[in-house]
């Protein structure tokens, strides 16, 4: 304990290397920033596998209550919890805050004490309602978890702890053992036995993840599976024909004809006789105009459509020559991306959260098993914390889905598909008005995208777009992530038309409620720029009202009358 509360002063951590040894800090009675703290708990892998940061903001509120106004604003402003959020901790220079209550070496060894004591399970309680034995469970976490004892082999009994405190603890023992009369160390020139470590660590995820990876197919008998959801889902829309819309019928020109041999008609006596055409003008002063020989016409203007047309061609021909450059004829087009849901239940009891925290963290360094254990685990512990209720349907709703994103995430669409399943039969016992009844059509949708059936899929997410349109409304983000992911499906079924009209929509509401740098607008943005090259390339020849001929270039001069001069008067 004294080893590590030297190596995580703000001195030493400073420089890199022991400025101030034990004695010296016993002596001068120095303390320990809130940044040393921070850093301490979460290279020790107590934070968050632990306990939570807010649980540790409690503890140090009890063990060192405010005195002054700046402790209470220190206090009252959650400083702890915005160093470990933005990583302050982790700068060269350790800012300064006002009202860090620098906790001192026997406040240290009570904060240990008593995040050992919140570790302590409460199912061993003996059935006479006694506390356990304390010292058991602070040994444990002092010697075995957290590796603060006397034994300097700490690498080869221990190697699934954080590879950071392990490497400092290491480097504090070898310093030590070559500390000289002048207080001076040597630096740790070599990493192999933390690359051993790293390798080890590396090769037990591995063949934990083998097992999951490697399982056996689940017998699942997909066409069976989409027929039990025929009636429920809407069928794909047909494709919209744009067709011109015709001329008004004029009923007044209508004339309607006659079959079968007609009588003659009966002369009008009333009727005059049709006037001669005028006869021209012509006088004989006046000569006829000269015809005007014109060129031949210049051409049409291009449509729209040819320029399209046209530049199509120009891509085209620019990746064959991009393609003959590299040695590869294939212009391969990556299919657009589905957009994730991202879930979190509200409420969470303290046992159960530093699992469900345990299991994000795992899911996102591809610990697949650790993962889904974890979140077996924290169902487990909620089931025991509700007891003897039931539980809820949302919880089971949501464990079965995580883990089913879990499995897609390792890429077992079998076993993903058979948890959505089952995330179904709870979502059927939601009452009509819950928006979570659309999470399983999501899901399923989801593992059909990645299995090519775009139809079940895009049918899929079209039943949730239903769901959410009428309880939540079409400009909220979860509708504008379905709109995404139907925007995919059109896309991978080249209507691609409709793919663009999705994805259009998706952007604007991501880019009204999130903002233009959100992860989910950019990753819409990205699907919309792919369906924009080629949402016009099966475009239908337009229809041309009319035709625009070029105006003639050489226009009739008209002649100019010269005026007459007077003639001069003979005298």
């Not at 300097?152 to 603890?169: E, G, H, P, V």
């Not at 889902?233 to 019928?249: H, I, M, S």
């Not at 004989?284 to 729209?304: G, L, R």
């Not at 039943?463 to 896309?491: H, M, P, Q, W």
């Amino acid at each position: 304990m004294q080893r590590a509360y030297t190596i995580y002063l703000s001195e030493n951590i400073k420089y890199g290397r022991q400025l101030l040894s034990w004695k010296e800090i016993a002596l001068q009675n120095i303390p320990l920033s809130v940044c040393g703290i921070v850093r301490f708990l979460q290279e020790a892998d107590i934070v968050p596998t632990l306990v939570n940061i807010e649980d540790v903001e409690d503890i140090l509120m009890k063990i060192m209550p405010p005195t002054n106004p700046k402790e209470h604003g220190f206090y009252h402003d959650s400083v702890l919890m915005k160093v470990y959020e933005k990583e302050l901790y982790l700068s060269a220079n350790e800012p300064h805050f006002d009202g860090d209550p620098r906790m001192h070496f026997h406040e240290f060894a009570i904060l240990l004490g008593r995040i050992a004591i919140e570790t302590i399970p409460k199912e061993k309680e003996t059935e006479d309602k006694k506390r356990p034995d304390v010292a058991h469970y602070v040994n444990r976490f002092l010697g075995e978890i957290i590796c603060l004892r006397k034994n300097t082999d700490q690498k080869k009994a221990f190697s699934s702890l954080n590879l950071k405190f392990l490497k400092r603890m290491a480097d504090h023992v070898a310093s030590e053992e070559r500390h000289t009369e002048r207080g001076e160390h040597e630096e740790a020139p070599q990493q192999q036995d933390l690359e051993q470590i790293q390798k080890q660590m590396n090769k037990m995820v591995e063949r934990q993840n083998a097992g999951i990876i490697n399982a056996p197919p689940l017998t699942l008998n997909l066409s069976d599976v989409l027929l039990t959801f025929e009636r429920e889902l809407p069928a794909v829309p047909f494709p919209v024909e744009k067709k011109f819309a015709a001329e008004p019928l004029n009923l007044e020109k209508v004339v309607t004809k006659k079959i079968g041999l007609q009588p003659p008609k009966e002369e009008d006596k009333n009727k005059k006789a049709p006037k001669p055409p005028p006869r021209p003008n012509l006088n004989k002063d006046k000569k006829p105009q000269k015809p005007v020989i014109f060129e031949m016409p210049a051409p049409q203007p291009p449509q729209a459509s040819e320029e399209i047309y046209k530049y199509r061609d120009d891509l085209e021909g620019r990746a064959i020559i991009s393609g003959l450059k590299i040695a590869t004829f294939s212009n391969i087009e990556v299919k657009p991306t589905l957009i994730k849901e991202v879930l979190y239940p509200e409420g969470i009891p303290p046992p159960v959260l530093t699992f469900m925290e345990s299991a994000l963290i795992m899911q996102n360094h591809c610990n697949f098993y650790g993962a889904i254990k974890n979140y077996e685990t924290a169902r487990d512990e909620w089931e025991s914390f509700l007891k003897p209720a039931d539980m809820p349907p949302e919880l089971n709703l949501f464990f079965e889905f995580v883990i089913g994103q879990v499995y897609e995430t390792a890429g077992r669409d079998d076993y993903a598909l058979g948890s959505y399943i089952s995330s179904k039969n709870y979502a059927d016992q939601l009452p009509s008005h819950c928006v979570d009844k659309a999470l399983p059509y999501l899901g399923i949708g989801s593992v059909l995208y990645h299995t090519s059936d775009y139809e079940w899929a895009l049918r899929c997410f079209l039943k949730a777009k239903e769901i959410r349109e009428d309880l939540i409304g079409s400009d909220t983000v979860d509708t504008a992530t379905v709109y995404n992911n139907i925007g995919c499906c059109f896309y991978c079924l080249d209507r691609h038309q409709e793919s663009f009209s999705y994805l259009n929509l998706a952007v604007a509401i991501f880019q009204a409620e999130l903002g233009q740098f959100h992860h989910r607008t950019l990753s819409a943005h990205r699907n919309l720029m792919k369906a924009k090259k080629i949402a016009f390339v099966n475009l239908t020849e337009r229809q041309v009202p009319w035709e625009a001929y070029p105006k003639a270039e050489f226009p009739i001069r008209e002649k100019v009358k010269k005026e007459k001069k007077a003639k001069p008067k003979k005298k």
